[in-house]
């Protein structure tokens, strides 16, 4: 079975976040300063032995590779931010590729998203990078910038077919036409297509029953998300939403400390761990594309504050269970070969395998032992 865990490169400076969130910023700004918004919250989180890493050091992508391996982890699905020819957050995939000694297997994901102040301020008026596609030039150029990855021995591939997902596709014009491109370049290079795969989008408007998502050969489960999806499904949440939605728009008019008080247990959203996977192992797949995906645990306060949401009852016991029966479902319900998990190292929104001063290694323990019990560790 392959585990593939998101991984998420912002652990370094850059200039355009020095820019816009001050200087030194890096996902651990976020995660140092959370505080717990409610008792017996997990925060704030503190990587084992203060490893707030820099992943501009190549050796802390060699240390994160031993750990996957170690633990039954088959590859990252790494972050790649491109926006028509400006690339954002590369470092740590350049090093990646450079360094061919850093035993890991890998995929890329691209975030084809705007970038805006939507996951700092919890709205997105204030656009920082817009995201556009152009045409055929613009994509050639970035089928450029893949194909040294692609080619690369450590690379995920099914059917000699690199694997390349997208974030958001019902984003893009042109989707076929781009994609369709792709495929002819990457045979002339002496492969058989890309495996296309896409992690999220309005699935109003691109889904498998309208066939919008035709070029696709897998859809991921992406997870918390669809968990929390499918437990709003109910007129219950329905209706804590739209509290949630009255009141925010009410917090952008009277923003003061008794406001917040006053709100913070409808505006701060507080999910059940065992409910969110009772869900997802129950739940059917959509389509014969669907591939499921795990998560650790996941609380985004530090960045949004009340404006957030997390989980309770999270543990590494709890997940070794629920995650050893989604392997069995994984094989038979859904016929596939891979998870994808949240995540490696999302600090800033508690999905991270990487060890703890809480939990310490527990997390990749239960990978590792969940993966013994079926009979499926490397």
Not at 21 to 36: D, H, I, Q, S
Not at 87 to 116: G, H, M, R, Y
Not at 127 to 144: A, K, N, P, S, V
Request: aromatic share 16%; glycine share 6%; proline share 4%.
């Amino acid at each position: 079975m392959k585990v593939i865990a998101y991984y998420l490169p912002q652990f370094h400076e850059i200039p355009e976040n020095n820019e816009w969130w001050g200087e030194g910023f890096t996902e651990w700004v976020n995660v140092k300063k959370a505080l717990p918004l409610k008792t017996g919250q997990n925060q704030p989180r503190i990587p084992l032995n203060d490893n707030y890493y820099n992943l501009s050091d190549v050796n802390v992508m060699r240390w994160q590779a031993e750990l996957a391996k170690k633990y039954g982890i088959y590859g990252f699905c790494i972050y790649h931010y491109w926006f028509n020819g400006k690339l954002l957050l590369q470092k740590p995939l350049e090093n990646l590729l450079n360094n061919s000694d850093i035993e890991v297997n890998f995929c890329l994901c691209w975030a084809n998203e705007n970038w805006t102040d939507q996951w700092v301020s919890g709205t997105s008026q204030k656009m920082l990078i817009e995201q556009t596609y152009g045409g055929e030039q613009e994509w050639r150029d970035h089928f450029q910038y893949f194909l040294p990855y692609f080619k690369d021995q450590r690379y995920i591939k099914e059917n000699n077919k690199p694997l390349l997902i997208i974030y958001r596709p019902d984003l893009i014009e042109n989707l076929d036409a781009m994609l369709k491109k792709w495929n002819e370049w990457i045979q002339e290079e002496g492969f058989d297509g890309i495996c296309y795969a896409y992690q999220k989008c309005d699935g109003n408007i691109f889904n498998y029953k309208n066939g919008r998502d035709r070029s696709f050969t897998y859809q991921i489960e992406y997870q918390p998300n669809k968990a929390m999806e499918w437990q709003r499904s109910n007129v219950k949440n329905t209706l804590i939403k739209y509290k949630r939605n009255i009141f925010r728009k009410l917090n952008s008019l009277f923003s003061t400390q008794k406001f917040n008080t006053i709100v913070l247990d409808v505006r701060l959203h507080i999910w059940d761990y065992d409910k969110a996977w009772e869900c997802i192992l129950k739940h059917k797949p959509e389509s014969p594309k669907c591939v499921p995906g795990a998560f650790v645990d996941w609380d985004n306060t530090p960045r949004k504050q009340m404006r957030g949401s997390f989980y309770e009852g999270t543990s590494p016991e709890k997940f070794e269970y629920y995650f050893g029966k989604l392997l069995q479902r994984t094989k038979d319900v859904y016929k596939k070969d891979m998870i994808f998990v949240f995540a490696w190292n999302e600090w800033a929104e508690g999905g991270y395998l990487e060890p703890d001063e809480k939990n310490g290694y527990g997390y990749l323990e239960a990978i590792k032992n969940a993966l013994k019990k079926n009979n499926e560790l490397p």
